[in-house]
């Protein structure tokens, strides 16, 4: 069975400042990986997602997401946070070939700070 | 097309009382999810359907809770009766085929008073 821990429920960082967001996943086969965004009262959105092939990937609003098979994670990063990146984010892992369930992480709240 | 679309957005109800939860999935999607989230569990997925028949309801908390999925473009989530710990935040996504990923709607606030 998947499972995924995202490290650190709350998250600040300055405006201007690297944004890191971690998640490490468990999966006895190969995973999807996803990252979903949400705002508050709305629903989560898609940010980008790993399926197969290259390991880092390119999402929206200039976030990415580096697939390590090794460490079994798929942290999240933004070189850059600017204030509307403020929101919860949610780490998503789903076996290949199997459920086409998703399993989320508890999320992790982001704040920027001016 | 206009997303995944979930009535009502808010809805409060006293314990005892029936609740249905409504979704539209986005046209030619073949599979509908039924999330709850709250703060103290996160986001769980209840039950989940493909081309309109449930493939896993292990997620349900219990018999007062039901889904059905009559046609492919809606589906309901009835809680009878509702009690105040089912008071969350109900999300309906649906998607082609992994590794699409889902397409959330907005969700129903469900208050149970």
């Known amino acids: 069975a998947q499972s995924v821990t995202q490290l650190g429920s709350h998250v600040s960082v300055s405006e201007g400042a690297l944004v890191l967001l971690r998640c490490n996943y468990s999966?006895?086969?190969?995973?999807?990986l996803f990252w979903y965004v949400q705002y508050p009262n709305q629903g989560l959105q898609l940010l980008l997602k790993?399926?197969?092939?290259?390991?880092l990937v390119k999402g929206i609003n200039g976030f990415e997401a580096e697939f390590k098979k090794s460490e079994t994670s798929f942290h999240l990063t933004k070189p850059s946070a600017h204030m509307s990146d403020a929101a919860e984010y949610f780490c998503a892992v789903s076996g290949q070939g199997g459920s086409e369930k998703l399993v989320f992480g508890k999320g992790t709240k982001l704040t920027v700070n001016p | 097309d206009a997303g995944v679309i979930q009535s009502p957005r808010h809805e409060v109800t006293e314990m005892g009382q029936e609740v249905t939860l409504r979704c539209k999935p986005i046209s030619g999607h073949d599979y509908l999810f039924w999330y709850r989230q709250t703060m103290m569990r996160g986001l769980e997925l209840l039950i989940y359907f493909n081309n309109n028949v449930p493939i896993d309801d292990s997620g349900m908390p219990e018999d007062r809770f039901s889904a059905k999925m009559p046609n492919a473009s809606f589906s309901t989530l009835k809680i009878q009766p509702s009690e105040p710990r089912d008071s969350a935040v109900y999300f309906c996504a649906s998607s082609y085929r992994l590794p699409s990923g889902y397409t959330f709607g907005s969700g129903t606030r469900l208050t149970v008073v």
């Open positions: 999966s006895s086969v190969p995973p999807y």
């Open positions: 790993y399926t197969t092939g290259a390991t």
